[in-house]
């Protein structure tokens, strides 16, 4: 069910743009890779270029290969739409599809492409999905209410519900707490922390002690100045990166002397 | 906190405020005022003590507010009373269209007025109806509708979710040029296109259902390109990282978000051309009975039914009022169904 990601040689374009310059890691199966760094640095770009999200604004393109269970990403004969439903994504701000109920926002990826699905599967799907998520006994009595009549953190979790019910091999989440309150950032780190089990996951976040509690590895992108690349400057064990980093900028950004 | 509360109030302290009911007041005394002042001065007319009586009004509000209440609620009284004045002059002109046209087409209006049509009625004959003009406007407008909403839902797709460049501000240009087109040029248009292909003396509903079209397809093509460009990005890229392709995308999420939004917006194209009498008048004439092959014929239509019963005086001005009347009750039809149709299609509310 998860699969480990190498990467080589990345460069991210925004047209002439290079926003993300010679990016390589890997990024181990079953466990949690956390990106760190300032904003502006690419984070967030790299993570889209993943799943070939990068790709959907006007523009964008990518060099380099990222190769995921022995299949380059970018080869030309891949379809970035199955690249997408084996890569599932959360995002920043909550978005659940607001013209459905609870039970069809965690359907989405099965309706939405028109697959037929039983009314067995489908409410055992609902149900796997929302106690994976954590959300079953909170929604379990309201399936039918709109997604968007949700809490903040609710509405995240339900997001993460949809993004694992299509049954990806490696998750992205998009600096997935920004948006929520401690006690929803929380259980959604309690959820991580169960999800890694079955899945990779790779997470984009500001906050450094969320990196510290989360993940396995932890990669610091940082930035030479506006108009200049976002470039890979480190990347290891988080407790070495927290207690021993090898570069002085590392050092410098997580015990907040930066600037 | 408990020290800077005292300070505020000896900064600012409480003035006295005008009763609630003082506009009102304001509002009788100054129009006894001015049909006083109007009495002395010459004879009164309702519309004078109006005009006089709102500048006393305004005056005489603003001025003692000023003095009790002080100059920010004074200010406030002022604005109030403007943006009031304002919204009462804008609706003079609808509430006088509306009542002009009730009364006078009450005389006519009625069951029998929707359910008979214009055969063997002469001269001042009171029988005789629009039936066969409701049927002709409904018909040819809806064709237009099927002509002109698929172009324009498909054109609006492109240009929100695929044009770049050229092509896609060619065709943004175009229909700004197209919304100015006047609409007897659209009838011209589709009299000279029909003309040149079945030749000279064809007449059928389709070719004001054409001409209604061109004047349609703008319409539709705006007010549905401010629908799709209305729904979040979030939503699309949500459904990408589900690995949905682009144009499922569109059709189940950014469609069905924008459904309500669209509906809406056909219906005030549909709105705006059912009234269309020009290029109906140029392309399909009149006629005394249904006809009720789109293909093949003249038909009759309520705007120029209503035109041709008028310009020949007599009863048939009340019928002219009668069908005018009738057009407004279509319209405004329409409109609740447009309503209904886009509450129960919009997105449900997040409390």
Known sequence: MSKRIDVSDLNVYYSDFLAVADVSMTIEERSVTALIGPSGCGKSTFLRTLNRMHEVIPGARVEGKAVMDGQDLYASDVDPVEVRRQVGMVFQRPN??????????????VKLNNRRISKGDASDLVESSLQGANLWTEVKDRLDRPGSSLSGGQQQRLCIARAIAVKPDVLLMDEPCSALD?????????????LKSEYTIVIVTHNMQQAARVSDRTAFFNIAGTGKPGRLIEMDETSTMFSSPNVQATEDYISGRFG | MTTTTPELTSVTPARTRLPSWSPWAFAAGSLVLAFLVLLVLSSPTPAGVVLLGAVVYAVALTVTSRVVEGERRANDRLATTLVTFAFALALVPLVSLLWTVITEGAARFGPSFLNTNMVGVFGEMTEGGVYHAIMGTLYITLAAAAISVPIGILTAIYLVEYGRGHLARGVTF???????????????????????????????????????????TPVVIRSVEEMLRLVPNELREAAYALGVPKWLTIIKVVLRTAIAGIVTGVMLAVARVIGETAPLLLTVGIVADVNWDLFD???????????????????????????????????MLLNIVARLVSRYFSPKASR
């Open chain 2, 174 to 216: 175009l229909v700004d040029v197209m919304t100015g087109i006047p609409s007897i040029v659209a009838g011209l248009f589709a009299f000279t296109l029909f003309t040149l292909v079945f030749g000279p003396a064809y007449r059928a509903g389709i070719m004001g259902a054409a001409a209604l079209a061109v004047l349609m």
């Open chain 2, 297 to 331: 014929g003249r038909m009759a239509t309520l705007p120029v039914y209503a035109y041709r019963q008028y310009s020949q005086g007599g009863i048939g001005v009340e019928r002219a009022w009668a069908a005018a009347l009738t057009l407004i009750l279509i319209v």
């Open chain 1, 182 to 194: 401690p006690i929803s950032t929380l259980a959604i780190e309690d959820l991580m922390a169960e």
């Open chain 1, 96 to 109: 659940p599809f607001p013209t459905m109920s609870i039970a069809e926002n965690v359907l989405a990826g």
